[in-house]
């Protein structure tokens, strides 16, 4: 008998033990990972792309570049080289400056309350709230319209006897009630109020990515030592933020300076020139007056603007990262 169990726990013993890998046995990950350490990518792997990118994009912003010191009619395959008179047109026409001047300020306003809408809203939504999910729906949905389709529901609720006013009116509040887009006090402040609202919710979502890779620990020690809310989001959130606040400002500056969309849809840069951009006064010149090389002149001026703008702003903002 005593042999018998033996045989038996010898037999259960066999079968339940897992042999285990040698050192010198190689996983198949790692024996794939070893085969490509060292291959170099052919450089002609990306020429389709490259070909691609120059046919869309380089080459004709070079001719655009090359139209703008020229006085090309748009048709003739002949032209002349201007020099700078172009450029002297841009920066003495009114039309220009005051476009120049509408687009800065529309870019300082879009960039600064975007960014504190956006943030405030992913702030409330990254609390314990039941509701959450669908109000980033909510909050978020405006994004996916076109800016076309959202310039035209605003000049709809922006009428005078649109939405807004029909509202006021029926509160009580008939003396507040304006023609918002047809009175120049008015109608660059209507088309930013448009602006906001559809992009708001795009600058939450990466604020709000950015808030959710924040450590708990951080958070529940700055507790622990006493910090209040405003000081725990000041010394600890917005620090650890920063990457998220450096994209959106830079996202919103270029954005707020390429503006055309909702100020076609609901101005079309009217009433006078209160809401022409540079957009806008390159549109018009472009394809409306058929003046293809001040529009070029324009838009290479614009280019430059918008290229100082950005990274001035974003070495600015690089740096208060770095520190």
Same mark, same amino acid.
């Given at each position: ?194 602006? %906001? ?52 400002? %830079? ?73």
């Amino acid at each position: 008998m005593a042999l018998v169990r033996r045989a038996i726990d010898e037999l259960g013993s066999s079968m339940f033990s897992v042999e285990q890998p040698s050192a010198t046995t190689a996983r198949p990950s790692s024996i794939r990972r070893r085969a490509w350490r060292g291959v170099r990518v052919p450089f002609w792997f990306v020429l389709p792309a490259l070909a691609v990118y120059a046919f869309v994009v380089l080459a004709p912003s070079g001719q655009g570049v090359l139209y703008a010191f020229s006085d090309w009619n748009g048709i003739s395959a002949t032209f002349d080289l201007v020099g700078l008179r172009n450029f002297v047109t841009v920066f003495t026409d009114p039309l220009a400056l005051a476009a120049l001047g509408n687009t800065l300020v529309l870019a300082a306003v879009i960039m600064l309350l975007q960014n504190l809408f956006g943030l405030l809203l992913a702030l409330a939504l990254n609390t314990r709230v039941r509701s959450g999910a669908a109000l980033r729906v909510v909050f978020f949905a405006p994004v996916v319209l076109t800016p076309l389709v959202s310039g035209y529901i605003w000049s709809y609720l922006l009428a005078p006897d649109g939405g807004v006013n029909e509202v006021l009116r029926t509160v009580g509040l008939s003396a507040l009630a304006q023609d918002w887009l047809g009175d120049p006090r008015f109608a660059l402040g209507a088309v930013c109020v448009a602006i %906001l609202w559809q992009f708001s919710g795009y600058s939450m979502v990466i604020y709000l990515a950015g808030l959710k890779a924040l450590p708990a620990d951080l958070l529940e020690a700055g507790v622990v030592d006493g910090a209040g809310p405003f000081r725990r989001f000041f010394s600890i959130v917005l620090p650890l933020i920063n990457g998220s606040v450096v994209i959106n400002l %830079l996202l919103t500056l270029i954005g707020g300076l390429g503006q055309f969309d909702q100020v076609f849809a609901m101005t079309q840069g009217g009433p006078g020139n209160a809401t022409q951009t540079i957009s806008t006064v390159i549109y018009k010149n472009g394809f409306q007056l058929g003046d293809y090389p001040y529009a070029t002149a324009l838009a290479l001026v614009m280019a430059v603007v918008v290229g100082v703008l950005a990274f001035v702003q974003y070495r600015l903002t690089a740096r208060q990262v770095e520190r």
